[in-house]
């Protein structure tokens, strides 16, 4: 007669087969500390007194208030000097012009030889240079844009090196200062709409030549930006190469 096979409880051989390896794993996850507690996300990081911290996805040294000082009066000397220019003496200026309407010369060579030569005359050129911006001739308006871009750097290099050294503050320097002017711009606007409505006219061309300014001033930032940080903003804002 044949012995019957006890039927197995698969449910309670499962458990006690999970159990089993549960109390295997325990001493290793308990003796591993950074299983145990895991790292802190490097938000921060300190190397020796220098300060890094990751802003819009790279890491830069934080700008110290020495640092936003000095940047801010850099950017006060570059704004200075290219706001105003010399006037060219009669000949100069005369030869400017010419050298403006060959800008659009039929010949490549002509256009290239002008454009070399108004930024040699550099500084004294720039008023003639800036006016041509607005010519209907697409040739001379780029080619004075490159002219005024290539003049500008020139005078700047010595405070754009010094601006390059500190990004952070940099960064945050000619962004506060368009902010703040971008705000100006707002209220002198609505001012002037506001005083025009009243009948005040005055006021309101005040107003108007106030957003002007403010205007001219996000301008000359903007471009002062793309002089010192040319790949910032295409980085992201990283401020990194």
């Known amino acids: 007669m044949a012995t019957a096979i006890p039927e197995v409880n698969t449910w309670a051989l499962k458990l006690a087969v999970g159990l089993l390896a549960l109390a295997a794993c325990a001493p290793a996850v308990a003796d591993d500390p950074a299983a145990a507690k895991p790292a802190p996300p490097p938000e921060v990081l300190r190397d020796k007194k220098i300060a890094f911290e990751k802003p819009m996805g790279s890491w830069q040294p934080q700008a110290t208030e020495e640092q936003k000082q000095q940047a801010a009066e850099l950017v006060g000397r570059c704004l200075a000097a290219m706001g105003g220019a010399p006037e060219p003496a009669p000949g100069v200026r005369a030869r400017i012009d010419k050298l403006i309407g060959d800008l659009g010369a ?11 030569e108004l930024v040699k005359i550099g500084r004294p050129a720039l008023p003639a240079l800036r006016a041509a911006l607005g010519n209907r001739d697409a ?9 005024v871009a290539a003049i500008e750097k020139a005078a700047l290099q010595p405070l754009i090196d010094e601006l390059k050294k500190m990004p952070m503050a940099t960064h945050l320097t000619i962004q506060g200062q368009i902010d703040a002017n971008r705000e100006a711009w707002t209220k002198a606007g609505a001012s002037a709409a506001a005083a025009e409505k009243a009948g005040r006219k005055d006021e309101a061309e005040q107003f108007r030549a106030a957003a002007k300014a403010a205007g001219e001033r996000i301008s000359a930032l903007d471009s002062l930006y793309w002089l010192i940080l040319p ?5 992201g804002l990283g401020l990194v190469k």
């Open 139 to 147: 040739e001379i308006a780029a080619r004075a844009r490159e002219a």
């Open 231 to 235: 790949d910032a903003r295409l980085q």
């Open 106 to 116: 039929d010949e490549w060579l002509a256009r290239e030889n002008a454009s070399r």
